[in-house]
C-alpha cells in the first residue's frame, strides 16, 4: 500500500525564519509528486516533482525532490504570518494495481508569528 | 470557471440517517476523489473514480459509496451515518489522462453526525 509521511506534524516560528517540511514516501510505479497549501478551506496547488523536474522554486518558496533516498522537501525562507497553513504533500503513481489514487501525507500544521 | 462544486458546505446528520454529498466539475476532468479531513491525518482517500464509470476503493471506504454516470458527477453516499464519519469532506477532479497533473479542489463539506 502507498504511504507518505510528513514531519514534522507541527511547527512555530518566528517571522523571518527559515523552515523546512518533509516529505517521505513508499509508492510502486512512483509518477509524481505534489505540495499543497491550505489555509482557510481548499488546498491549494504549490509545485509538482518529477524525475524530470526535481527542484521547483517560486519566490520564498523551493522543493527539491530526491527520487533515491524517496523524499521531498519544502523550503519557506523569512516566513511571514501569511505562510501560517497546511502544507500536504501527494503522490502520484505512474501505472499498477495503485493507478488513479492520489495519495496525501498527515500535513505539517506551520504557524508564525509576528 | 465554476471549477469543483460541493454542496452542502456544512451539515448536521443524525446517526442513522442517510445522505449524500454533492460533487460537481466543469472541466471536463477524468479522474475525481473524495477525501476526508481529521486533524492530525491529513487528507485520506475514500473513494476514487479514473473515467466515468469506474470508481475504486481508497484508504477509509467502509460506510461509504460512490457512481460516477457522467463525467461531471461524483456523489459520496453515506447510507447510515455514525458518529465517527463527522469530518470535513474534500471532492477533488484532476484531468488524467497524464499523471503530471495536479489536482484541484472543492471547498469542502462539514459534516457532523450526531
Known amino acids: 500500500e502507498d504511504k507518505v509521511v510528513q514531519s514534522p506534524l507541527s511547527l512555530v516560528v518566528h517571522e523571518g525564519d527559515t523552515v523546512t517540511l518533509n516529505c517521505s514516501y513508499e509508492v510502486t510505479n512512483f509518477r509524481s509528486l505534489l505540495w499543497y497549501k491550505q489555509e482557510k478551506k481548499a488546498p491549494t496547488f504549490l509545485f509538482m516533482l518529477t524525475s524530470s523536474g526535481i527542484e521547483k522554486k517560486s519566490g520564498r518558496l523551493s522543493s527539491i525532490l530526491d527520487k533515491k533516498e524517496l523524499f521531498s522537501i519544502l523550503n519557506i525562507t523569512a516566513t511571514q504570518t501569511g505562510d501560517s497553513a497546511i502544507y500536504l504533500c501527494a503522490v502520484v503513481p505512474g501505472g499498477g494495481t495503485s493507478y488513479g489514487k492520489l495519495t496525501f501525507g498527515q500535513g505539517t500544521i506551520l504557524t508564525v508569528h509576528p | 470557471t465554476a471549477g469543483i462544486t460541493q454542496a452542502p458546505t456544512s451539515q448536521i446528520l443524525a446517526a442513522g440517517r442517510s445522505m449524500t454529498l454533492r460533487c460537481t466539475q466543469d472541466m471536463r476532468h477524468n479522474a475525481m476523489y473524495w477525501y476526508r479531513q481529521d486533524l492530525g491525518l491529513g487528507l485520506r482517500l475514500i473513494h476514487y473514480?479514473?473515467?466515468?464509470?469506474?470508481?475504486g476503493k481508497g484508504e477509509v471506504p467502509d460506510g461509504y459509496s460512490v457512481s460516477r454516470a457522467n463525467t461531471d458527477d461524483f456523489p459520496l453516499t453515506l447510507a447510515s451515518a455514525v458518529p465517527s464519519q463527522t469530518s470535513v469532506y474534500f471532492c477533488?477532479?484532476?484531468?488524467?489522462?497524464?499523471?503530471?497533473?495536479?489536482?484541484?479542489f472543492g471547498q469542502g463539506t462539514r459534516l457532523t453526525v450526531v
Open positions: 473514480s479514473n473515467t466515468a464509470g469506474t470508481t
Open positions: 477533488a477532479s484532476r484531468p488524467g489522462g497524464s499523471p503530471d497533473t495536479e489536482a484541484f
